[in-house]
């Protein structure tokens, strides 16, 4: 588990997280890997809302894409 400050809230705290490994290509965070909510839930114990909420921004920032049914991926740096 990763720490995590518990005045903040948790899903900008673990977007922030999961943006830096995205940028720096570690952990399994490589374009065309997938990243599964059960993934974010486990490593940072938390609901599926937050995990939700941090697909939303990793989307919204076009680091990962989502497809229905498959899931989310991590974008290539020239689809962002």
């Known amino acids: 588990m990763t720490d995590l400050d ?3 809230p948790k899903w900008p705290q673990i977007a922030a997280k999961i943006t830096e490994r995205i940028d720096q290509g570690v952990d399994g ?3 065309g890997c997938l990243i599964t ?3 974010i ?3 940072f114990s938390v609901a599926k809302v937050t995990a939700a909420k941090v697909f939303t921004e990793l989307r919204g920032k ?3 894409r989502t497809e229905f049914g498959m899931g989310s ?3 290539d740096p020239s689809e962002r």
């Open 6 to 8: 518990p005045t903040r």
């Open 29 to 31: 965070y490589t374009p």
């Open 37 to 39: 909510s059960r993934m």
């Open 41 to 43: 839930e486990d490593e």
């Open 62 to 64: 076009k680091l990962v």
């Open 73 to 75: 991926y991590v974008t």
